[in-house]
């Protein structure tokens, strides 16, 4: 069974920093291109960051450029966003999301983790 | 960056009826398109990719139509389950890949 679970979540101060985790597990995760996507309180759903499957190609969001770093470790089948300079508008549930093969639409999803920016 | 407009944004129907929600690109995707189905405190569900594809384990009842900028979800005969937000996602041209801002389906 295909399941992802992110962790890392919390409350953080404006201009803090946050790393989160995706533990995969269930599947090669060494062969797919994997994403985070993050969904403010109430709203709809922004894709932020990706990454492919060697983690020799990543791309991002122009407002998260600069500031999210997205990675991976295959041999310890997890994936991470390494968040700087956080702002209120940074306040979301960030979801990791796996790539189905031959696509970039997200075949699997995990339960999300809450980051709240606030003072 | 391609831009996905979802109509209507909440949708009434009763049980038993067929719902049909549109989104549009701003720019040609092909078939380089997707709907999710999202409940609340859940996270979202592939439901149907390359713009007509059931992803597993999707009933049958859902299917995708489109290509190009125009595409269509219909739910024929809605079960209760059904009730909830979808988006629809362009994954053709990126970064970045793009969400409509979703169709709220609620029950009439």
């Known amino acids: 069974e295909v399941q992802l679970v992110e962790s890392g979540g919390g409350l953080v101060q404006p201009g803090g920093s946050l790393r989160l985790s995706c533990a995969a597990s269930g599947f090669t995760f060494s062969s797919y291109w994997m994403s985070w996507v993050r969904q403010a309180p109430g709203k709809g759903l922004e894709w932020m960051a990706i990454i492919k499957h060697d983690g020799s190609q990543k791309y991002y969001v122009d407002s998260v450029k600069g500031r999210f770093t997205i990675s991976r470790d295959n041999a310890k089948n997890s994936l991470y966003l390494q968040m700087s300079s956080l702002a209120a508008e940074d306040t979301a549930v960030y979801y990791c999301?796996?790539?189905?093969?031959?696509?970039?639409?997200?075949?699997?999803w995990g339960q999300g983790t809450l980051v709240t920016v606030s003072s | 960056e391609v831009m996905m407009t979802q109509s209507p944004a909440t949708l009434s129907v009763s049980p038993g009826e067929i719902a049909t929600l549109s989104c549009r690109a701003s720019?040609?995707?092909?078939?380089?398109f997707a709907w999710y189905q999202q409940k609340p405190g859940q996270a979202p569900r592939l439901l149907i990719y390359g713009a007509s594809t059931r992803a597993v384990g999707i009933p049958a009842r859902f299917s995708g139509s489109g290509s190009g900028t125009e595409f269509t979800l219909t739910i024929s005969s809605l079960q209760s389950e059904d009730f909830a937000v979808y988006y629809c996602q362009q994954y053709r041209y990126w970064p970045p890949i793009t969400f409509g801002q979703g169709t709220r389906l609620e029950i009439k």
């Open positions: 999301a796996r790539g189905r093969l031959g696509s970039y639409s997200f075949d699997y």
């Open positions: 720019q040609s995707v092909s078939s380089d």
